[in-house]
């Protein structure tokens, strides 16, 4: 353990204990699923945060910037720009060692040296191949943590978190690993950690509810009022988002709720999709908004998974649509707040 003493003393704002505070029993072992984990964020919440992506998403937008987060499980990305097999010197230590045949060498390609059955290693456990790369070419997407090494993380970083900074759990979906991230908020209330969470309100409405009473900041994403076109971009329909979203708002939650939306062209870039979204706030009683301007910064990760990025010829979002919907909702009595200017 860090702390041997149960004393309490003020450090970042927040009054805490040691983390010798007992956690129970039938949660100790408990793991959950990371893919990335990011000190010094400013953008995901008040103050300086440690910003935690777990693992696992119900959507499947056109447009993530995070596609490894997709599934709950462990992973690989191919860098085919660090791959060293050529025709005439080759490097194919990863396909021998693959028990399943599914890398074969691709040399002819300067630009993916190496070819893999993807549906192979999406039901790979072992993820030799990783091991034998020497050159980075191959990694790992995804990660297990328990509870206490995520709180060990979050004991090293909250040094740097200044007097509001805290942890976010953002992904993927945080909720798509409900029991885990419960366990880690009953040790960040332990703690007196600040908690905010990114999440698409996918989940089971008692799952939702009963997470966000643990936040004290949340962003929510509202992508579509049109539940067909949400389908047709994500995956999925918006009816579960759009309930949840209604029944946070009659909880009685004081939580910070600041639903928003990245705008991506010809799904969700009209003022008539705003407009909605205006009525659906004020009818409920909700009055913050962040509007995301698109961009295609995750489509690397798209080419490493060897999938298909849909927007790779789009542009980003102009200043002049932001502003434009932004005045839809400012003319409906909504706050409304561009890119990461959001006031904490």
Not at 147 to 172: A, P
Request: hydrophobic share 35%; proline share 5%.
């Amino acid at each position: 353990m860090l702390f041997k003493s149960f004393r309490k003393y003020r450090w970042g704002g927040y009054m805490r204990r040691s983390l010798s505070a007992p956690i129970a029993h039938d949660k100790k072992d408990l793991k959950g699923r990371i893919f990335d984990i990011q000190s010094f964020s400013v953008h995901d919440g008040p103050g300086c945060r440690t910003l935690i992506f777990m693992s696992g998403c119900p959507l499947r937008c056109s447009w993530c910037c995070n596609p490894e987060s997709f599934y709950n499980r462990q992973g690989k990305l191919y860098m085919s720009s660090k791959c060293i097999n050529t025709a005439s010197k080759p490097c194919t230590r990863c396909m021998k060692a693959c028990p399943h045949g599914a890398v074969h060498d691709n040399s002819q390609d300067p630009d993916h040296p190496m070819k893999f059955d993807w549906e192979l290693c999406h039901t790979c456990t072992t993820l030799e191949c990783i091991n034998a790369c020497f050159d980075d070419a191959l990694v790992r997407i995804s990660k297990e943590y328990t509870v206490e090494e995520i709180m060990y993380i979050l004991e090293r970083d909250r040094h740097y978190w200044s007097g509001n900074g805290g942890v976010t759990f953002s992904g993927g979906d945080p909720m798509f690993q409900p029991e885990f991230l419960e366990a880690v908020l009953a040790r960040c209330d332990e703690l007196y950690i600040h908690k905010a969470i990114e999440t698409e309100a996918l989940a089971d409405t008692s799952i939702y509810l009963r997470i966000m009473r643990y936040m004290d900041f949340a962003f929510n994403d509202l992508k579509c009022m049109d539940s067909e076109l949400h389908r047709t971009y994500t995956g999925v329909g918006n009816e579960r988002i759009l309930n949840n979203i209604r029944a946070f708002a009659s909880s009685g939650n004081h939580t910070r709720l600041i639903l928003r939306a990245p705008v991506i062209p010809g799904f969700n870039d009209s003022e008539e999709n705003f407009s909605r979204v205006a009525d659906f706030m004020n009818e409920i009683g909700l009055d913050e908004f962040n509007l995301l301007p698109f961009h295609r910064l995750g489509v690397s990760k798209w080419e490493e998974l060897s999938m298909e990025y849909a927007f790779k010829n789009e542009q980003p979002t102009s200043p002049h649509t932001l502003a434009k919907l932004q005045k839809v909702l400012l003319d409906r009595n909504i706050k409304c707040y561009l890119g990461s200017n959001t006031p904490f």
